[in-house]
């Protein structure tokens, strides 16, 4: 059975940072490309960062330079560095990997950035 649990949000103020991370269980992590995406109250899922088997992480423009994504396969975790944090990176964060057995998401992690 595959899971993925994501932590690591919180209420945190502008300019400031958090770090998720997202743990899953019943997928070959190592051979898994893994994503983080984001969804704000009333608009589309969106995707914030991708990060491949090798390593190499992808970023929308809207967080390049800000954030950035990581993998420990020994740990089987995703982690997600956010800094310099905005009020429209208010949004629930959600894991994903897409592997050829099917698209798998965690239950999202709520990031709230006061000003």
């Known amino acids: 059975q595959v899971r993925m649990v994501e932590s690591g949000g919180d209420l945190v103020q502008v300019g400031g940072s958090l770090r998720l991370s997202c743990a899953a269980s019943?997928?070959?992590?190592?051979?898994?490309?893994m994503a983080w995406y984001r969804q704000a109250l009333g608009k589309q899922r969106e995707l914030v960062a991708r990060?491949?088997?090798?390593?190499?992480?992808n970023y929308a423009d809207s967080v390049k330079g800000r954030f950035t994504i990581s993998r420990d396969n020994a740990k089987k975790t995703v982690y997600l560095q956010m800094n310099s944090l905005k009020p429209e990176d208010t949004a629930v964060y959600y894991c994903?990997?897409?592997?050829?057995?099917?698209?798998?998401w965690g239950p999202g992690t709520q990031v709230t950035v006061s000003s």
């Open positions: 994903n990997t897409l592997t050829i057995r099917g698209d798998y």
């Open positions: 019943g997928i070959n992590f190592s051979l898994s490309a």
């Open positions: 990060i491949t088997t090798g390593g190499s992480g």
